[in-house]
């Protein structure tokens, strides 16, 4: 079937989401608690738009709207950018030394002397998108999640402790849009969340990539044997497979 984003005619699966369609037909609606790899969740909210069907029209989440007929959606109209506009404010003045937080809102025209009225001292980073936790607990880790209530809400480990699940593999940092999580490397270790793991060297190039949590974690899911004197990083593990590959073809 086909929908209308914003003039433009789309096809569409039925049960597909409207974001989905959107991206596929490079027509932007703007996220930061969106990731193709994973299931959308709408915390942001920025992802409103406006559906209109048989002359009515109401806003959705189009991470989480699915289609099941033919109807047309409006990305940018002024009742969106208003709430979009507003969102952006609060998420400016619960982060505003953030700098992907201050670029977006200065691209929905959010005044900067509105958001300094409230002179708050804060330093946070996070915009509690959640994208982290459901990362960590996706791959089968679980070592953060969302804590406490209301302002005080987080993402931490539990009781803000280094986590015995965490194996410092960084997709939560990998998949965060304001960089609100740190990974530090340093002389072979690695530090996050409050917890420090030492790192393996590749065994061709010899860079360190990775922790040895990570790398055991990854073969017992896939269940192959490890040897820790033969594991490649992802660069010289593609090279090989390209090397493998060519020597396939030379002796066909």
């Not at 007929?69 to 030394?97: A, F, G, Y």
């Not at 509105?114 to 990362?135: P, Q, S, W």
């Not at 002389?187 to 409050?194: K, N, P, Q, S, V």
């Amino acid at each position: 079937m086909k929908i209308i984003i914003d003039g433009k005619a789309c096809e569409a699966e039925k049960g597909e989401f409207i974001l989905q369609i959107a991206k596929r037909n490079n027509i932007y609606i703007p996220t930061l608690c969106h990731s193709d790899a994973l299931a959308g969740l709408g915390s942001c909210r920025l992802c409103v738009v406006e559906v209109v069907d048989r002359g009515w029209s109401k806003v959705v989440t189009s991470c989480l709207f699915p289609v099941t007929k033919e109807v047309e959606v409006v990305t940018n109209s002024d009742k969106i950018k208003r709430i979009r506009k507003n969102i952006m404010t609060m998420l400016q003045i619960r982060c505003p030394e953030n700098e992907e937080v201050a670029k977006m809102a200065e691209a929905f025209g959010v005044e900067r002397k509105r958001v300094e009225r409230f002179k708050l001292d804060n330093t946070e980073n996070c915009v509690l998108c959640g994208l982290c936790a459901r990362a960590c607990k996706e791959l089968g880790a679980g070592a953060i999640s969302t804590v406490n209530r209301g302002i005080y809400k987080e993402v931490d480990t539990p009781y803000n402790e280094p986590s015995p699940e965490c194996i410092g593999c960084g997709s939560c940092a990998n998949v965060c849009p304001t960089n609100a999580i740190k990974i530090v490397d340093k002389d072979g270790e690695r530090e996050i969340w409050g917890k420090k793991f030492k790192l393996v060297k590749c065994s061709e190039c010899g860079e360190t990539f990775a922790t040895e949590e990570h790398i055991k974690f990854a073969y017992e899911k896939i269940g192959k044997e490890l040897d820790m004197d033969k594991v490649l990083c992802d660069k010289c593990r593609r090279k090989a497979g390209v090397n493998e590959i060519k020597e396939i073809y030379e002796k066909v």
